[in-house]
Structure formats: structure tokens, C-alpha cells
């Protein structure tokens, strides 16, 4: 059904219609990776706001990583960068992150944002360069 036949008659609602501004926003993802130090997570979620791969990014750290390296557990610390973007713009931004990375395999995790602010989620579409 498209638009066009959609009912607008009270009694008889209309089940294909967007239930809010979300539902007409660009799918949201969270993307998650790991750098060795503060000032590779700082470099790696600027450069990406400034192109707009991402509409803001967070940094926390540090955090400890255990995890099995090449046969062995290994132990660091490590800065991790939440990235907020479009799955229009997932691919520019692990690109961007695997050029920029130091890490011969780097993290790179993404999540569908499955619901949120409506306000928030037209802004973060409209910094990354979705309509």
C-alpha cells in the first residue's frame, strides 16, 4: 500500500504510515571501536565529526581489554570511541576508522539504534549529510 491509499477515516486507521518522526529518519547506528591511547581515540573521532561520517563521537577510557591474541590472552588499556551515524555513512566511517587505525585488526562494531529521541535522531541525520 502507498501512500496515495492511505484511509485517513478515524475508525479505520492507517497500519502502513510512519508512527513518528523516527520512522522517517535514516537508520541510526552506534559504532563502537578501541584505540591504544587517548590521543588516537581523540584523532580518530575528530577527523570523523569533521567529515561528517559521524555526527558526534564519544571517548571513555581508559578501560581494560582482555582478549586472545595470536594464540595468547593478552591485557591492555585501552580508549574506547562510541560514534554516532547513519547506515548510509557505516562504510565511509569503517573505512575511516581502518585507515586511521594502528591496530592490524581494529574493533569495529555497529549497532542499530532501534529507537530514540525523534529530535535527536533528525539531528544526527542531518550532521552526517542524510535527509
Same mark, same amino acid.
Given at each position: 500500500?502507498?501512500?496515495?491509499? &492511505? ?17 522517517? $529518519?535514516? %537508520?541510526? *547506528?552506534? #559504532?563502537? $571501536? =578501541? @584505540?591504544?591511547?587517548? @590521543? $588516537?581515540?581523540?584523532? *580518530?573521532?575528530?577527523? @570523523?565529526?569533521? !567529515?561528517? *561520517? @559521524?555526527?558526534c563521537a564519544q571517548i571513555d577510557g581508559p578501560v581494560t581489554s582482555v582478549y ?6 593478552? $591485557? ?5 570511541? &562510541? +560514534?554516532? =551515524? ?6 565511509? *566511517? ?5 585507515? !586511521?587505525? %594502528? +591496530?592490524? #585488526? %581494529?574493533? #569495529?562494531?555497529?549497532?542499530? #539504534? =532501534?529507537?530514540?529521541?525523534?529530535? +535527536?535522531?533528525a539531528w544526527l541525520g542531518s550532521e552526517t549529510g542524510a535527509s
Open positions: 500500500m502507498d501512500a496515495t491509499t &492511505l484511509t485517513t477515516d478515524a475508525t479505520s486507521p492507517a497500519t502502513d504510515a510512519p508512527t513518528s518522526a523516527a520512522d522517517a $529518519t535514516p %537508520p541510526c *547506528l552506534a #559504532v563502537l $571501536t =578501541t @584505540a591504544p591511547d587517548e @590521543a $588516537t581515540a581523540r584523532r *580518530l573521532a575528530t577527523s @570523523a565529526v569533521e !567529515g561528517r *561520517l @559521524a555526527a586472545r591474541w595470536q594464540g595468547a590472552i593478552e $591485557t591492555d588499556t585501552e580508549w574506547r570511541v &562510541l +560514534y554516532k =551515524t547513519t547506515s548510509a555513512r557505516y562504510a565511509e *566511517l569503517e573505512a575511516h576508522i581502518r585507515a !586511521g587505525h %594502528p +591496530y592490524d #585488526v %581494529p574493533e #569495529v562494531i555497529a549497532t542499530p #539504534v =532501534t529507537a530514540g529521541s525523534d529530535a +535527536y535522531l
